[in-house]
Nanobody, 126 residues
Framework: QVQLEESGGGLVHAGGSLRLSCAAS????????MGWFRQAPGKEREFVAA????????VYAESVQGRSTISRDNPERTMYLQMNSLKPEDTAVYYC???????????????????WGQGTQVTVSS
């Protein structure tokens, strides 16, 4: 089964930037939708962004729209989330996820994703 590993989290001041990475262990990555989700302390996990298997289609949560860019490098089996103009409310554990079915449609719904990474902490100080 494919495994996902996030990296790139850390502590940053408000207004700063981070680029998160999600590396997949197998080429199964290539034909699946990928997504980013986050979970802040005391809150439920929420959708952040998703990208189609080809990389040509993306969707974002309103809270990060215009400040974040999701991308993928299929030969490298890696997905990215570039986050700019970070705010304290962006503080959360960020998870990457693999869509359940190959060639699936973009989705904001957790249930459409079947494999998850362990998460990477992003902390934005004010």
């Amino acid at each position: 089964q494919v495994q996902l590993e996030e990296s790139g989290g850390g502590l940053v001041h408000a207004g700063g930037s981070l680029r998160l990475s999600c590396a997949a262990s197998e080429s199964t990555f290539l034909n699946h939708v990928m997504g980013w989700f986050r979970q802040a302390p005391g809150k439920e996990r929420e959708f952040v962004a998703a990208i189609s298997w080809s990389g040509r289609a993306t969707v974002y949560a309103e809270s990060v729209q215009g400040r974040s860019t999701i991308s993928r490098d299929n030969p490298e089996r890696t997905m990215y989330l570039q986050m700019n103009s970070l705010k304290p409310e962006d503080t959360a554990v960020y998870y990457c996820a693999l869509g359940k079915v190959p060639w699936g449609l973009l989705s904001r719904t957790e249930n459409e994703y079947g494999t998850w990474g362990q998460g990477t902490q992003v902390t934005v100080s004010s």
